[in-house]
C-alpha cells in the first residue's frame, strides 16, 4: 500500500502538558495564520517540517529518523512558542531568546545549541502517534506527533507571530467544545487526538498510555457508513472516535 501513496513531507509535532490544579491539564495550542497553505486559521499543536538540519544532527544522538523527527519537534516548539522543550537544562532567558532568533535567522538547531551551551534531552518526548494521509489533491505530511511535560520553571510561551498568531493554554475538552461551538476550527487530524487526550488526567497517564500503545500509521479513508461518506482511521490506534462525517471534517 505504501507504494501507492504520493509523497509526503517528514514532519514532527509536540503536545505539550501543563498541569492545572482541580482539573486536567491544559495542552498549548497555537492558531495558524489564514495565510498559510496548509490548516490556515486552525488550532494546531506546534510543529513543523523535518530540515536537513535536524537529520544531521540526530546523527550525533543515534541517526535515524526517529531521532530526527523528535529534534524537528524540539526546534519547532522553540521557533514556533519559545518554550525549551527535551533540552537537559533550561538556557537562561536572555540565551533562550538568541536560540529562538538564530533559529528564525536560519541557523540549525546544533548551532544555537552550541551558542547556548546547550543539549538534548530527548528522553522527554514520549512517542504519541504518527499520521501519513494520502489525499492527492493537497499538501501531504508524514507527521510523528510526541507528548512531553512543561517544566516547572519554563518561561512564558510567546507566539512567534509569522506562521502562527495566537496561542493558548487550553485542556483538550475546551478545544473541542470551542470547535463545536463554532469559536475556532480544528483539521481533522487534531480533532482524533484531542478526543484521544481528552481520555486523560494527568500527563502520567497520557505518556503511560502512548507506552503501552503501539503506534500504528494512521491514513485516513472514505467509506460509505449508511447514508453518509465518513473519513475513517484504524480502530487499533488507540483513537477512541475512529470516523467523522466527511463532509464536516476539516483536511487542511
Known sequence: MSDELPPAIPAATLIIFREAEG??????????????????????????????????????????????????????TIEEAGLPIGLSTLPSADALVEMRKALHAGDTLAEALAAAGATLDLAQLVPWARWRPAHRNMRIFDTRFYLAELPADAPRATVDETENVRLVWATAQQVLDDADA????????????????????????????????????VTPWSETRGDEEHLCIPDNAGYPITSEVIENAMRG
Open 23 to 76: 482539573g486536567p491539564p491544559e495542552l498549548l495550542m497555537v492558531e495558524r495564520a489564514k495565510a498559510m497553505v496548509f490548516a490556515g486559521g486552525a488550532m494546531v499543536f506546534p510543529g513543523g517540517r523535518i530540515d536537513p538540519g535536524d537529520h544531521a544532527l540526530a546523527e550525533l544522538h543515534g541517526g535515524d529518523d526517529e531521532i530526527a523527527a523528535r529534534i524537528a519537534a524540539v526546534r519547532e
Open 182 to 217: 463554532g469559536k475556532l476550527e480544528v483539521i481533522f487530524p487534531t480533532r482524533r487526538n484531542l478526543e484521544r487526550l481528552a481520555q486523560f488526567d494527568s500527563f502520567a497517564d497520557a505518556a503511560a498510555h502512548a507506552r503501552e500503545t503501539p503506534i500504528v500509521t
